[in-house]
């Protein structure tokens, strides 16, 4: 699994890998995560919060964003931010998910979207699930 951080003019932009859906899906809460408090998830191992997400879309790129788009939404209403998922289920029109998170006050930066711009869930040549999100600041 892969995440990285790359400059873009008044938004967060991120690159994602992983060697199967699930765990693109897992870099991509991993990596919102951290940008909403920086590393918080590469320190925390204990999780006092769970929230079950249930997303319906149209293919893999919309879902992947439509699920972020979720669990951002929960993390503001319980003000809990997501590091781990347990995925229940994911087909190409729907994830049913368990995420983990710790609750805080503290964000180091407020995520207003995730957008569309630029994402396409892809095979690439390695053979891995890659995309980049753009998050709007």
């Known amino acids: 699994m892969k995440i990285k951080y790359l400059p873009h003019t008044a938004d967060i932009r991120m690159f994602i890998e992983g060697e199967t859906l699930q765990k ?19 320190h925390t191992h204990k999780f006092n919060s769970k929230t079950r997400i249930k997303t ?30 347990n995925i229940l289920s994911l087909e190409k029109h729907k994830i049913v998910a368990d995420v983990f998170g710790i609750e805080t006050h503290d964000f180091d930066e407020e995520i207003k979207a995730v957008t569309y711009h630029e994402a396409e869930v892809k095979k690439n040549k390695n053979n891995l699930w890659e995309t980049y999100i753009i998050f709007d600041i």
């Open 24 to 42: 693109l899906f897992k870099a991509g809460v991993k990596g919102m995560a951290n940008i909403l408090q920086e590393n918080i998830c590469d």
């Open 56 to 85: 319906c879309s149209l293919d893999y790129t919309n879902l992947l964003i439509d699920f972020l788009s979720d669990v951002l939404t929960q993390t503001y209403t319980n003000k809990t931010i997501y590091c781990k998922i």
